[in-house]
């Protein structure tokens, strides 16, 4: 696996690949089976496949979220190599922000509500990175999970609406055993915290209402952000003490 740390050097590269199919898995690095099924994907449906890892700071809306989360290099660079990757691309932040982020992307209807509504500014800096790398990748394919659902349909917006000449992939969510969606955030929760997440997808899944499950969701223990029905979705968004979980399921006609 070809590792590259420079926008140049990159660029240089990405010249020699004309011609040939390209994969692209956008990623924040703490890497879990849900990223490297993406990245298994990517490989089967094209030639070369190149994974990203680049912890945004524009798309954290808490300072402290963005210090706390996981970064774990040396072992995301293993897995990615016994996973097959051609290319593991990880930009600094001042090459990725030499602008120092006076250029943004900014969606104004979609990107106000839920996600948008409790994360303010995260989806500009969410669309902002996505530009930058699509631009630099230069991929047939990108591929994104429909665990961040939003994200995904504003991914989408953008690319139809700037014509980048990318086919954004949906890929299904991975769970595990109990239910719980597969996310970097995961690892920090404590035992007892992990165990009582599961109920979050369990309640998601469960038929109920928005409101009965925001209810039991609170008696439970968690803070709920939000528990809405859109897209033929039902979307949710909680907080176990200090940890932030968000997930969807398909709502059944
Ligand atoms: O989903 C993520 O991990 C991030 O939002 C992404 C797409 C890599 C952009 O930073």
Redesign the pocket.
């Known amino acids: 696996m070809n590792i590259v740390t420079k926008i140049n050097d990159w660029q240089t590269l990405r010249k020699n690949l004309t011609g040939r199919s390209i994969g692209f898995v ?3 690095g703490h890497l879990h089976a849900g990223h490297l099924s993406l990245c298994e994907r990517s490989r089967a449906e094209n030639e070369v496949t190149v994974v990203s890892i ?1 912890v ?1 700071p524009t ?1 954290f809306n808490q300072a402290s979220d963005f210090q706390l989360y996981p970064r774990t290099i040396e072992q995301d660079t293993s897995l990615l190599a016994s996973h097959g990757v051609d290319y593991l691309f990880l930009p600094d932040a001042e090459s990725m922000y030499a602008d120092h982020y006076q250029i943004q992307v900014t969606e104004t209807e979609l990107s106000r509500e839920l996600e948008g509504e409790f994360r303010p500014g995260h989806f500009n800096g ?1 669309l902002t ?2 530009l930058k790398l699509l631009n630099l990748v230069q991929a047939t394919r990108a591929y ?1 999970g429909e665990k ?1 659902y939003q ?1 995904l349909l504003l991914v989408k917006k953008m690319v139809a609406a700037l014509f980048l000449p990318v086919d954004i992939i949906p890929c299904e969510t991975m769970r595990a055993e109990d239910g719980l969606a597969l996310s970097s955030r995961n690892s920090r929760l404590t035992p007892e915290q992990r165990q009582k997440a599961a109920h979050f997808p369990r309640l998601l899944q469960s038929g109920q209402c928005a409101e009965d499950i925001t209810k039991q969701l609170e008696l439970l223990g968690f803070k709920v952000d939000y528990i809405a029905d859109r897209w033929q979705r039902r979307l949710g968004a909680v907080w176990v003490d200090d940890v932030r979980l968000i997930d969807n399921v398909i709502l059944s006609p």
């Open positions: 956008p990623t924040m680049f945004n798309q969410m990175v996505v994104f961040d994200q």
